[in-house]
């Protein structure tokens, strides 16, 4: 069974960085696309990054490109989200996500994805 577990939220002032964390435990790690959603209080589910099995390929939210870094890595088994120019309209609950079969063409839509933590929650002041 898949759990996914994030952390490194907080508060942090606009302009700010903040990385934040999600430890995949299950078996062959390596075989999951990763991605990273988040939802404002009132919102719906919004994507924000996907990256692929190997890490070769990332994929952006225009909301968030320039400013956000996807990244994986398959020894320990982890994913991250580096924050950078944090802007109050980021504020949310971040979630990680999991999926064998997702590929470029489904990365954006929480349905394609079947595993998911219990977000952690990012509140950027003005």
């Known amino acids: 069974q898949v759990q996914l577990v994030e952390s490194g939220g907080g508060l942090v002032q606009a302009g700010g960085s903040l990385r934040l964390s999600c430890v995949f435990s299950g078996r062959f790690f390596s075989n999951y696309a990763m991605a990273w959603f988040r939802q404002a209080p009132g919102k719906e589910r919004e994507f924000v990054s996907a990256v692929s099995r190997s890490g070769s390929s990332t994929y952006y939210a225009d909301s968030v490109k320039g400013r956000f870094t996807i990244s994986r890595d398959n020894a320990k088994n982890t994913v991250y989200l580096q924050m950078n120019s944090l802007k109050p309209e980021d504020t949310a609950v971040y979630s990680c996500?999991?999926?064998?079969?997702?590929?470029?063409?489904?990365?954006?839509?929480?349905?394609?994805?079947?595993?998911w933590g219990q977000g952690t929650q990012v509140t950027v002041s003005s």
């Open positions: 996500a999991a999926d064998r079969t997702t590929d470029r063409s489904t990365a954006r839509f929480p349905s394609a994805y079947d595993y």
